[in-house]
């Protein structure tokens, strides 16, 4: 895939891959959306002191660093592990405008992100670890239970083979009773799929640009 670098609407930047017509994130806003579902939706919404996170497509490591931000700010310890198929070109990430625009901390933060080594864990901060993982999840199950799901894959009509029953069913067995599963999509077969997995399923107002977004609790 060779993705291009655009600028949404929040002056963040995104990548499109003309391959599949797809952006990494919402036109509206890339930052905004991030914050919007992962964090606000996802991480703050977890009382835990010590939290484990499961990313699904690290992609520019943009939702690793707001959570790191989020660990650092809360004094929350995170331990975050974050799966890809297709890790992205350095030259392209050191393009993203993230480090800056996310604070004082940013810059450093979003660098040491992307340096970490891939198949081990990093201390990033105090308060993040971080392990990035080359691997397919429509073919690999992800070891380890995790207390939140980040689900962050090519849209549903774009990239069907990571919204199916398997793929959902790999996720179900790396999460216990009480994990939280958030993703940007709200369409009605990713709800029946949860729900049959014993999740159970609330829609939230979602970012600028979309009416609502998924947030699910396993029982
Ligand atoms: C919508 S992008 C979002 C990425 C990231 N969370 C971000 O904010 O930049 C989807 C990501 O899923 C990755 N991906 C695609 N197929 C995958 C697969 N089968 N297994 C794991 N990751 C995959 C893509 O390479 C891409 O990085």
Known sequence: MNPELKITQD??????????????HSHFGALTESKHIFINAGLASL???????????????????????????????????????????????????YG???GSRGPQLFE???????????????????????SDLT????AGLYDI???DAFGPDKQPEMWTEDVMRR?????HAGSVFVTYSAKGSLKRMLRALSFD???????????????????
């Open 11 to 24: 002056g963040s930047h995104t990548l499109y891959v003309p391959e599949i017509d797809e952006h990494y």
């Open 47 to 97: 009382e835990a002191s010590a939290v484990s996170v499961l990313e699904v497509g690290f992609g520019t490591g943009l939702n690793a660093l707001l959570s790191a931000i989020h660990a650092e700010e809360n004094k929350i310890r995170v331990s975050y592990t974050s799966l890809e198929k297709y890790p992205l070109d350095p030259s392209l990430v050191r393009q993203l405008n």
């Open 100 to 102: 800056p625009l996310a």
């Open 112 to 134: 040491a992100i992307h340096a970490a080594s891939w198949g081990e864990q990093n201390a990033i901060t105090e308060w993040f670890s971080l392990t990035k993982i080359l």
């Open 139 to 142: 073919v690999e199950d992800p």
């Open 149 to 151: 799901i980040f689900f």
């Open 171 to 175: 996720i179900e067995a790396a999460t």
């Open 201 to 219: 399923v609330t829609l939230l107002p979602g970012p600028p640009g979309k009416r609502v977004m998924t947030r699910a609790v396993k029982r």
